[in-house]
């Protein structure tokens, strides 16, 4: 007879950014039934119902030859749920049958998380307990050591709003365009994400459970079974990878084109 697994053990948050592997990783554990359902819960605006739209990744630039590569802003609709109801609605919806919560967070999603619970500190660590009825999550912290292929893999997605790879192949003749200032732009906010997260749990005391890029691409099984260890679940139920990478010729050939643009310019690397 499998016990209950405990209220704290049982919930976990990936902490990330955008294009770091994470999406991989958590619909591996979503596969496995038994760890949540894990989703970026934290990544709508309320004014709008959607996550950051392409142009609101640039906002500031003015350069019209990154902009008219980006699809115009929608205004979507306003959410007018209260604190209690949004927060209800996210743990229903990250649950399995078991009672394990599952969720991902972005550094840039901080703000709303904080702004949706108002829960008056200005806190995010206060914040996410509050979401857990004072309780930490397991926090699983997906980087990518290497910005320059996820900045690349960024600049296509914002171009094309393809943000995951269900196995189907033609990656590469999608519409996307290379531009070194797009790339470097995001190069730039995905390295604060990193540095801000990391500032973070040094300065609250935590220590995640790490897992870079690298490996877990290489051995998406063993990603996800050490986050079913640490959550308390059966690490041998970790599936195989349900996603393949999207990196294909052509993002190893932008990144390559953008290092050599990089070094010119002396933009992020």
Known sequence: ???????????????????????????????TSVAGTPEEFFQYFASSSQSPQPREWFAGVTDPTILELLDPIDPGTVDTRDAETWRADILAAGRSANGVWGGKLMWNQTPLLISRGRVGSGSLRTAIRWIFDGAD????????????????????????????NDGSDGEDEDAAVYHAEGIAHLAGILIEQERQWRNWFAAEGIEPLDIEFRDLVNDPTKAAARVLEKIGQDPALAPPPPLKPQSNSRSKEWAQRYREDAERNGYPL
């Open 1 to 31: 007879m499998s016990a209950t697994p405990a209220a704290g053990p049982s919930n976990y948050l990936v902490c990330a950014s955008q294009r770091s592997g994470s999406t991989l990783l958590v619909e591996s554990l979503s596969a």
């Open 137 to 164: 999550p397991v926090y699983v912290h997906v980087y990518r050591d290497d910005v320059v292929p996820q900045a690349v893999s960024m600049w296509r997605a914002v171009q094309t709003r393809v943000w995951r």
